[in-house]
């Protein structure tokens, strides 16, 4: 019985050495060493070098002056990162109705220039709360707004904004879409406000 607890014991060990410290020894060697960028969290620095974000994590900007992203449900007043999570609404959720439709009626009047319907994404959260991607015709939306609070021509904005859009990975998954801290980054360096 002593030599099976040992042996237990003696695999135990190991399994714990190997699983808990040399598997992910290796793959953080690898990633650092293969993808530097992305294993220290994709983050994004300004023209002076300081981090003001990260590719994969939304933020909420307030200005006239920027794009905005989708709303967020995380956390108690959104874009919470501790606390990434949709609003678990339902599609007949008067709540959800409730809010949709005074979102609707606040990006009307903060875009008065806009034509067409509002894009849905500009309206609902995304399931984590933190997407920091638009679709390039949100984005688009968005332009008169944004040039006008630059006070540049709108067709800038819109040749910023079609320069900024990812296309589909490896050309085929997902959709284009644009990152909104890199869209905003970019009119800051090539349309600076006044």
């Known amino acids: 019985m002593v030599q099976i607890i040992l042996i237990s014991l003696r695999m135990t060990i190991v399994t714990l050495v190997l699983t808990a410290g040399v598997y992910p020894a290796l793959v953080t060697a690898a990633a650092q060493l293969l993808f530097p960028h992305a294993a220290n969290g994709s983050l994004v620095r300004d023209g002076g070098g300081n981090v003001v974000g990260s590719e994969l994590i939304g933020q909420h900007f307030a200005s006239d002056a920027y794009f905005q992203p989708r709303p967020s449900a995380a956390g108690a007043d959104g874009w919470d990162a501790a606390a990434s999570s949709g609003s678990n609404l ?5 709540a959800l109705r409730d809010r949709a439709v005074q979102a609707v009626a606040a990006l009307r009047e903060a875009n008065p220039q806009a034509t067409g319907d509002v894009p849905g994404e500009l ?3 995304s399931g ?3 997407d920091p991607h638009l679709s390039p015709a949100a984005a688009l939306w968005q332009a008169p707004r944004v040039a006008a609070a630059r006070e540049v021509g709108v067709e800038r904005v819109r040749a910023l904004i079609e320069a900024q859009i990812e296309g589909r990975t490896f050309g085929l998954l997902g959709e284009p879409r644009v990152n909104v801290l890199l869209l905003n980054l970019a009119l800051d360096r090539q349309m600076p406000r006044k």
């Open 90 to 94: 339902g599609p007949t959720s008067k």
């Open 123 to 125: 309206v609902t959260a």
């Open 128 to 130: 984590s709360g933190l």
